[in-house]
Nanobody, 119 residues
Framework: EAHLVESGGGSVQVGGSLRLSCVFS????????VGWFRQAPGKEREVVSC????????YYAEPAKDRFSISYNWHKKTVDLQMNGLRPDDTAVYYC????????????WGNGTLVTVSS
């Protein structure tokens, strides 16, 4: 059974920084992606950033470019998201996720961690 556990959320003022961490376990895909989605109040869940285990390539959604940085440790099975220059529209529940299997069709989710950015 897959487990993804997030930590590091909290409240910060505009321009501040937070670092989210996720520890994942319980799945055994040869190739997988891990990363972060977020869901703001009243909005759909959207991808923030992800990284592939096979080559380390990473992806950032437009709002995250130049402000967020994803890092990973495959040995420790962790993936972190460093968020700088936070804005009120970054306020959301941030979910760690993993995708694997054929066509990366299998998805696992953490329970989420709340990030609140106030002005």
């Amino acid at each position: 059974e897959a487990h993804l556990v997030e930590s590091g959320g909290g409240s910060v003022q505009v321009g501040g920084s937070l670092r989210l961490s996720c520890v994942f376990s319980g799945f055994a895909f040869d190739d997988f992606a891990v990363g972060w989605f977020r869901q703001a109040p009243g909005k759909e869940r959207e991808v923030v950033s992800c990284v592939l285990n096979n080559d380390g390539n990473s992806y950032y959604a437009e709002p995250a470019k130049d402000r967020f940085s994803i890092s990973y440790n495959w040995h420790k099975k962790t993936v972190d998201l460093q968020m700088n220059g936070l804005r009120p529209d970054d306020t959301a529940v941030y979910y760690c996720y993993a995708r694997g299997g054929g066509n990366y069709a299998v998805r696992y989710w953490g329970n989420g961690t709340l990030v609140t950015v106030s002005s």
